[in-house]
């Protein structure tokens, strides 16, 4: 299974998007579903995004990233939040 993290990276930070980071990211959101399927997890992933005030209250020089981890690297019972 796999669970969406979401991160909210400035370029004025990270210019380049593939250096964007949970260190470095202005806002990290981790989606409190798992998925099977990589395609369900990005698209999910954004919709997820889309549906907080993060996403509506984006800045301009603000990009999104969306890295779909396996839930069982994620440290059980720790929250990315």
Do not use: W, Y
Request: with cysteine; net charge neutral; charged share 20%.
């Amino acid at each position: 299974m796999l669970t969406a993290i979401i991160l909210v990276c400035s370029l004025a930070v990270t210019p380049d998007l593939r250096e964007c980071s949970r260190d470095n990211a202005t806002n990290v959101l981790q989606v409190p579903e798992e998925f099977s399927l990589p395609a369900q997890c990005f698209m999910r992933g954004q919709a997820f995004l889309a549906e907080t005030s993060i996403g509506r209250e984006m800045a301009t020089d603000e990009r999104v990233k969306v890295v779909c981890t396996p839930t069982h690297k994620l440290t059980a019972g720790r929250r990315i939040i």
